[in-house]
């Protein structure tokens, strides 16, 4: 929200107070409160008539520090809250040496001059990463009566800001007005499903706003040099998270807010859906699934949209009987002869029509206004309500209708809308309805998430979800939300997806052809590459099915080719998976994330890294043009084994069978032996792709398992011309393929050579520990 006229002057109707100097400051050990004048005090009487901030200085955990400024301390505490994770045992230090005080955390300080003018500065290595100057700590009054507490952090020369949740505009934030406030907007608008105000730069730190409702950002569109964001209440809080990485912010960060879950292998293959408004029945998805396999196109997930209820009643979670009249045995059979799992859609909302409003009505599990009235509009479905996620039994009713269909054979949910949340409404517990607005996504999608982890075991649930906020990462999948079937709209999902990644979000997919109107075979093709090279891969479409045989034959090639490719990418992925889950680095991350050092990487969004050793480049247009950035060193085409030389620029022409797919210098890329499926046991008969090994280094290649037993691990190193690889735990046989090398077994080695299209492969028989081989003269 803006508040000023240019630099000088405030806008009509507001009235600003900012932090001018400290009139007074308590210290403790480990945190210090700052009593902030907003004038300059130089007699008795300028302390009278006059408003006094409070600003409390500590540190919840190591990196971390965190600062609340509050006006009127007397304001009801309302709810709801994000859930912020202290590090136990933690203590920052904090020092004092004349008017200078330091809070220190990790590397990481705050430094007050408490006998100069007002200025938070933010430090870490002897540099100053960010400062709260003259206005950057204060209230806003209007005319309106509204209350507005703001703060404002410096911006350096070059500096970007990222994040702030799942945003299709520009996916660098500078120049933007971001409102984070929870909208049905579709990809092609400045509105957001998810909305995160966190927001991380390319100077070394984050910074996470704990406030649930509208945070309004000014990210150097007012104060061209500054970021600035504003809250309606008496009070803001907010944390500064040091890195200095982009990885170790968001491990930071998620660490306060919650860790992303690993969602369970089997929800890494293909989904395939009835669509939306498309005219489906049993006959109609057997037809369908049979049609995949008959093509040889292995499916993971069956997904039923809206319709399997009936029209006008959602949610009453009941299949419609005049097209599902036996749901238990159609889902049985689903199960026994396609071994799929079963997905289907529901929402947070009750028709008029479905017999479920009367009931929770007459218990009192919907919203309501202030006169007592059930709260409806028409908006969606017919005189529909809101369920009241803040009334512990409300959850509790809602949660038992999911059990039943869990019992019929439903795996997972596709937990849809949860964003328009009416403001003129009273709340079960009280909750102040404008923090309610984007908070209750986060207790719909934990109930739906508690339901299937309680029902189908730890490790095992999994949703589709659409809407979110700060800590919704614990709940996965997201996937983002109604697109247009065009270039344009595959490339603005690919930067939402990205931004969401640098909020905290691992798991992201998106609708595979576009979600309204209908893929040209062009883009159908193309974005299918793109799906199935993305952390979860889902067909789905509006008014039209997303089968590929309704395209053309080659989208049916494409569509096994490249389901069957991510198969085989099963031991890498899924190690990329957990590695999300422990530390919170997204699957699919922005090229900043990898390359931070690298300039030229930070505002890539039309490429992205998926775990930390592949590159993809998705090809936005008909005739196969592409344009990619490759970082420094000597990466491979993982499909050609082309070497690759960077850092530069390249522009190629790919036919419908390929994609720039580079593997990362020095890296290895294990393949599982099975594309028939993403569950098998990936480190039976794997394939370590070798490339470009660099000398001196040792490369540890960790083989999960599906199951969750022990690892398989790997130990690639070169010396020279020497290449050694040792096993731990293999199960079986196992490959190494050496990418465009030529090399030489010592004599007497178990292992057996041959000479590929791609280079050397070895094949070293079950129970041996190690092989060491010698790299022909360039390689």
């Given at each position: ?10 806008r ?67 709810g ?7 590090e136990?045992?933690h ?11 330091h ?6 300080s705050l430094?007050?001059?408490?006998s ?15 400062s ?29 800001v990222?994040?702030?949740g ?7 934030k ?16 400045e509105?957001?499903?998810?909305n995160?105000?966190?927001?991380l730069?390319?100077?070394?730190y ?19 040099g ?5 809250v ?12 200095p ?18 969602p ?5 293959g293909l989904w ?5 408004t498309t ?19 292995p499916?993971?997930?069956f ?31 689903l ?21 479920l ?9 919907l919203v ?8 409806q ?6 005189g ?6 803040t ?17 019929q054979g ?11 949340v ?16 984007n ?21 095992e ?13 614990q ?13 344009g709209?595959?490339a ?17 997919s998106?609708?595979?052809?576009g ?6 075979p ?11 090279l ?12 997303r ?12 569509t ?7 198969h ?26 990898e ?9 890539l ?9 592949l ?31 960077g850092p ?10 390929s ?7 020095g890296?290895?890329v ?6 028939d499926?993403?569950v098998?046991d990936?480190a039976?008969?794997v394939?370590l792709?070798?490339h470009a ?5 040792t ?15 790997f ?33 007497g ?18 129970g ?6 010698r790299?022909?003269a360039?390689?």
């Amino acid at each position: 929200m803006k508040f000023t006229d240019g630099y000088w002057l405030m806008r009509d109707g507001v009235h600003a107070s900012y932090a001018a100097e400290v009139a007074d400051v308590h210290v403790s050990d480990d945190r210090f409160t700052l009593y902030a004048a907003v004038r300059h005090v130089t007699d008795r009487g300028h302390t009278l008539n006059s408003p006094l901030l409070t600003v409390e200085c500590w540190s919840p955990a190591e990196g971390v520090i965190g600062i609340r400024c509050t006006h009127h301390a007397g304001a009801a505490e309302r709810g709801p809250d994000f859930t912020v994770h202290g590090e136990p045992g933690h203590v920052a230090k904090v020092t004092q040496d004349g008017a200078l005080l330091h809070l220190t955390t990790g590397d990481l300080s705050l430094r007050v001059d408490t006998s100069a003018a007002w200025r938070l500065d933010f430090t870490a290595g002897g540099q100053v990463l960010t400062s709260a100057e003259a206005r950057g700590t204060g209230f806003v009054l209007t005319d309106d009566g509204a209350h507005h507490s703001l703060a404002q952090l410096s911006l350096g020369v070059g500096e970007l800001v990222y994040g702030l949740g799942e945003r299709f505009t520009p996916f660098v934030k500078n120049g933007q007005s971001v409102d984070i406030w929870q909208a049905d907007g579709g990809t092609a608008s400045e509105q957001a499903y998810k909305n995160v105000p966190f927001h991380l730069t390319n100077r070394g730190y984050g910074v996470f706003v704990n406030h649930p409702g509208r945070v309004g950002y000014e990210i150097g569109s007012e104060a061209v040099g500054r970021v600035q964001f504003s809250v309606e209440d008496q009070s803001l809080e907010y944390f500064v998270i040091h890195g200095p990485t982009p990885k170790e912010i968001l491990n930071r960060y998620t660490a306060l807010t919650g860790r992303p879950a690993l969602p369970p292998a089997w929800s890494f293959g293909l989904w395939l859906s009835t669509s939306f408004t498309t005219s489906y029945d049993e006959e109609t998805v057997s037809r369908f699934v049979r049609g995949m396999a008959d093509r040889d196109i292995p499916l993971g997930v069956f997904h039923f949209d809206c319709f399997w209820m009936r029209e006008y009643q959602w949610c009453d979670f009941v299949w419609d009987p005049d097209v599902f009249p036996d749901p238990e045995g159609m889902l049985r059979r689903l199960k026994e002869e396609h071994d799929l799992r079963v997905s289907v859609w529901i929402n947070p909302y009750i028709a008029q029509k479905s017999p479920l409003f009367a009931e929770a009505g007459r218990l009192g599990y919907l919203v309501r206004k202030a006169n007592g009235d059930v709260w409806q509009w028409d908006l969606w479905q017919a005189g529909m309500a809101l369920v009241d996620f803040t009334n512990p039994d409300a959850r509790q009713w809602y949660a038992d209708k999911l059990r039943v269909l869990a019992a019929q054979g439903v795996d997972c949910f596709k937990t849809d809308f949860g964003e328009r949340v009416p403001t003129d409404v009273v709340w079960h517990d009280g909750s102040d309805p404008e923090r309610m607005h984007n908070y209750y996504t986060q207790l719909y999608n934990q109930t739906v998430f508690d339901v299937l982890t309680e029902v189908r075991g730890a490790g095992e649930a999994v949703l589709f979800a659409r809407s979110a906020t700060a800590g919704g990462q614990q709940f996965p999948v997201h996937w983002g939300g109604d697109c247009e079937s065009h270039f344009g709209a595959m490339a603005e999902s690919l930067r939402g997806g990205l931004s969401l990644g640098l909020s905290g979000f691992a798991f992201w997919s998106h609708d595979i052809g576009g979600f309204e109107g209908t893929p040209t075979p062009e883009v159908f093709k193309r974005w299918v590459q793109f799906g199935l090279l993305s952390s979860h891969s889902r067909l789905h479409g509006s008014k039209s099915y997303r089968v590929p045989w309704d395209y053309d034959e080659e989208a049916v090639a494409v569509t096994r080719d490249f389901t069957r490719l991510k198969h085989r990418l099963m031991p890498y992925l899924f190690r990329a998976a957990q590695q999300a889950a422990e530390n919170g680095t997204p699957m699919m991350r922005a090229m900043m994330l990898e390359f931070p050092d690298d300039p030229a990487c930070h505002t890539l969004d039309r490429q992205y890294m998926l775990g930390g050793d592949l590159l993809v480049a998705p090809v936005f247009s008909a005739d196969g043009t592409v344009e990619y950035y490759v970082p420094a060193g000597t990466w491979t085409h993982v499909l050609s084994g082309e070497k690759i030389q960077g850092p530069g620029w390249r522009r190629e022409r790919y036919g419908f069978d390929s994609l720039p797919l580079l593997a990362r210098p020095g890296s290895v890329v294990p393949f599982g032996a099975s594309d028939d499926s993403a569950v098998y046991d990936w480190a039976d008969g794997v394939t370590l792709r070798v490339h470009a090994p660099v000398d001196g280094v040792t490369t540890v290649t960790g083989i999960p398992s599906p199951d969750g037993s022990a690892d398989a691990v790997f130990r690639t190193r070169r010396e020279g011309d020497v290449l050694t690889v040792e096993a731990e735990r293999a199960p079986g046989a196992w490959r190494v393929l050496l990418l465009g090398s030529q090399a030489r077994l010592d004599s007497g080695s178990p292992a057996s050579a041959a000479s590929t299209g791609l280079g050397t492969l070895l094949s070293i028989p079950s129970g041996t520990t190690g092989i060491s081989v010698r790299l022909a003269a360039g390689c």
